[in-house]
């Protein structure tokens, strides 16, 4: 059963938080109550497949590591024909902090690479990329799975064109 009202920023989420609720869905129609922005989401209850075009969505996702370190955290499910990293934005929570794996168009800093790889454990790239993740909640159309080669950073907005940072 989840509780009535939970609201939370969705950097804020933790394993534990998606152990009971493997849904979240971003409380848009809230953003203006107090303590509430873009980013507050709510549990979100889902019997059978949840369908992506019903709102905005986070959902548990299981990461593999290269050295096949298995971390837990979530990504947004794509309405059809929009499965690009960049909409899925997939995060690993760590237990220091969330790992962001999609930076937009701003590239991440050494010092911001190297924070993330303390976060996950981690000393170096070979250990961490290529990461493997997969959706651990029914979705419409399937799982939603795929592969980082690094930290991704957008580099033309027409194509849609990335590059990784390791």
Known sequence: MIPAKIRKSVTNLTNADLVTTAVWEFALDEEGEEGQDETTVRPYPVTGELDPSDGMFVVRATFQLADDTVMWGYLTP??????????????IIAADGPVLFWWGSIE???????????????????????????SDTPIAGGPVQGQLPGFLVLEDWKSGRTRAVT
């Open 78 to 91: 794509p309405v059809p024909g929009d499965a690009s990293l960049g909409t899925l934005q997939p995060v």
């Open 108 to 134: 991440p800093r050494p010092s911001d690479i190297a924070a993330s790889y303390a976060r996950l454990g981690k000393s170096s790239s070979s250990s961490v990329f290529p990461v493997r993740f997969s």
